[in-house]
């Protein structure tokens, strides 16, 4: 018989980016008695990786729980950039309801559309929280009417439509119903979450089903399933069949070895869970998302989104460049499949492939920073090898037409550089679809553009706006292909000879253009050490001394001056690198290098292109 749980209630935490979600989970896990009275907490304790805190960013969901007058809240922290949206999809499967965090300065924001239509499409309850009501230029009366037409744009029911909204400063611990009334507590976001979000439900007495919606992975214990108990109870020691509904040959007999509920920010050990619990199971090694444990007198799978599949891919290959090996711990194309498919194991967004040599692995996921974070990792984990420049992935449809991804971009800037923004997105064949006014005098412009239009331009915004930009992207859908696009306008500088670059000749080369790496670096013949100022690649020798003499002047003993050099990160590394070019990426370097060292080689390939080009 179907029955409701009442003293459970599972909840995500839903928005756009930076609109505050894991610092309204700190509040309530604060508020909550989680932590002891003495006990030192840092900010955004969700985001528990190295590069998450770093980047201010949440890229894999959470799971935490807290108790409120008697009613345990299951708590999801889910990510909120577009890259990571693999994530927010499949964790939706475990809750009932969701709270829609708003900023209230910027309003619902293209991944706002996102994540909320997710939630909509399982038809599940929202809580609308509006965030940052004591930010300066706080709106919060226009950003209801605002997420309200969004509702409404998404084809909400009279149900979705009249959802409560709460008004929070997540930062300062406090939220309130009523604008008039400043809140002292988040007890009303405690009890609006208990008396609007529907109290799970389900069979208890049924045979066992649990849907795994999230990996983790412990070198320990191995894979650890994440899902929700649907129907029954599951029990430590339990023999269980496993089976997917998007693969019906997949029938496993297996046992529960470990069961785990969360509490807080741990994981506590349970001897049984019942219907409604969120929990984490250890001990089954075929265990994979989307996969049902029922219990062995019925074995039926429950059904799970396809996850929406990678639009962008790199090749990861092993380092060969003269300095190869001298910085890595993890170096040979076996630690590099080994480790990218151990990723496999958490990353339900990725997809790694093997090509025609064995040192070389395609790696496509959902954008740039996506692969970004995977690359980051890995180098801090001591692998060291090379990378090429990220390209699209392609589609033929049913007529044998090319399609390609598109994006939605949307972009907030001052007036004065919309000129510069529009014109650069117009070459690379984005469309520009809606202009108007943003908040604090910005002007809003929405494009449709290719998602190769926008490999490499992050960078080349923030100079075009001088840093007061704001852009953002989100997958719209496959259209034919819109024609060729040129990324980059400059050439390289390209060190002629091997060796150790010296201040002199690196005097000289910067007159040719802008400097990657300063004195005392090693290069070598072949590897990238500065951006040209004309449109093709410039040799230069930077390894070159000046020739001693005899005669001495003033004037020769004068100290060279060389421009502070360009240091680029990760990411404008990644856009920086052109198709006939790679990033070599070990734990202390990032180098950027042609792909074919030999310059008489290259040229040869490069003339070679030329004729391919001339006769398509």
């Known amino acids: 018989m179907i029955q409701r749980r009442e003293d459970v209630r599972n909840v995500a935490i839903i928005a756009h980016v930076d609109h505050g979600k894991t610092t309204l989970v700190d509040g309530l896990l604060r508020q909550s008695g989680v932590f002891r009275a003495n006990q030192e907490v840092v900010d955004r304790v969700m985001d528990s990786g190295a590069i998450e805190r770093e980047r201010g960013i949440t890229i894999t969901s959470k799971n935490t729980a807290v108790n409120y007058n008697g009613v345990k809240i299951n708590i999801l922290d889910t990510p909120g950039h577009a890259d990571f949206g693999g994530e927010v999809e499949r964790v939706l499967k475990m809750v009932d309801g969701v709270v829609l965090v708003v900023d209230a300065f910027e309003g619902p924001m293209p991944q706002t559309r996102f994540v909320l239509s997710k939630a909509m499409n399982l038809g599940l309850s929202i809580i609308v929280c509006i965030n940052k009501i004591d930010r300066p230029g706080a709106r919060p009366t226009q950003v209801i009417d605002e997420v309200l037409e969004l509702l409404m744009d998404l084809g909400a029911n009279d149900e979705q439509l009249d959802c409560p909204f709460v008004f929070a400063s997540a930062k300062e611990g406090i939220a309130t119903l009523d604008l008039g009334s400043p809140g002292v507590s988040m007890k009303p976001l405690f009890e609006t979450i208990i008396d609007h979000i529907p109290a799970p439900e389900g069979d208890p007495e049924a045979p066992t089903q649990v849907l795994i919606s999230t ?48 509490e807080g920010l741990q994981r506590v050990q349970v001897d049984s869970a019942k219907m409604g619990s969120i ?35 790199m090749t990861f290959c092993v380092n060969d460049s003269p300095l190869a090996g001298k910085d890595g711990k993890y170096i040979t194309s076996r630690h590099i499949r080994d480790r990218l498919m151990r990723e496999l194991n958490t990353d339900v967004s990725l997809r790694v492939e093997d090509t025609d040599t064995t040192d070389t692995f395609k790696v496509s996921g959902r954008g740039e920073l996506h692969l970004s974070v995977l690359i980051e990792t890995m180098r801090r984990e001591g692998y060291e090898f090379a990378v090429s420049k990220a390209e699209v992935i392609f589609h033929t449809d049913e007529k044998g037409q090319r399609l390609e991804p ?11 550089f919309s000129g510069n923004v529009i014109q650069e997105l117009g070459r690379r064949k984005g469309e520009l679809v809606n202009m108007g006014k943003a908040n604090g005098g910005y002007t809003r412009l929405e494009f449709k553009i290719p998602s190769r239009g926008l490999i490499g331009y992050r960078g080349q915004f923030m100079t075009d706006t001088k840093g007061n930009g704001i852009m953002n992207t989100i997958f719209l859908d496959y259209e034919p292909y819109k024609g060729e696009i040129s990324y980059r306008k400059t050439g390289s500088l390209i060190a002629f000879e091997s060796g150790t670059a010296v201040t002199y000749g690196l005097f000289n080369a910067q007159e040719r253009g802008a400097l990657f790496i300063g004195a005392g670096e090693d290069v070598y013949s072949g590897m990238i050490i500065g951006q040209a100022s004309k449109a093709e690649d410039v040799e230069v020798n930077v390894c070159k001394t000046k020739h001693l003499t005899n005669t001495r002047t003033s004037a020769s003993d004068e100290a060279l001056r060389l421009v502070p050099p360009r240091i680029m990160s ?32 290259r040229k040869r390939a490069g003339f070679a292109q030329k004729q391919q080009n001339i006769n398509a």
Do not use: M, W
Not at 220 to 226: A, L, N, P, Q, T
């Open 279 to 313: 929990v984490a199971i250890s001990g089954i090694e075929e265990l994979h998302i989307g996969d049902t444990i029922c219990g062995p007198e019925k074995v039926e799978s429950i059904p799970f989104p396809k996850i929406e599949e990678p639009t962008i891919s």
């Open 406 to 416: 598109i994006e939605q971009c949307i972009i907030d800037v001052p007036e004065e």
């Open 215 to 262: 990996i983790d992975y412990n070198d320990y214990v191995g894979r650890i399933g994440i899902g929700k108990v649907s129907n029954g109870t599951i029990r430590q020691g339990q023999d269980v069949i496993l089976v997917n509904h998007h693969d019906e040959s997949k029938r496993v007999k297996c046992k529960v070895n470990t069961l785990y509920e969360f």
């Open 570 to 601: 990760l990411e404008q590394a990644i856009e920086y690198v052109d198709t006939d070019e790679l990033l070599e990426v070990t734990p202390k370097h990032l180098r950027l290098r042609k792909k074919i060292l030999d310059p008489r080689l």
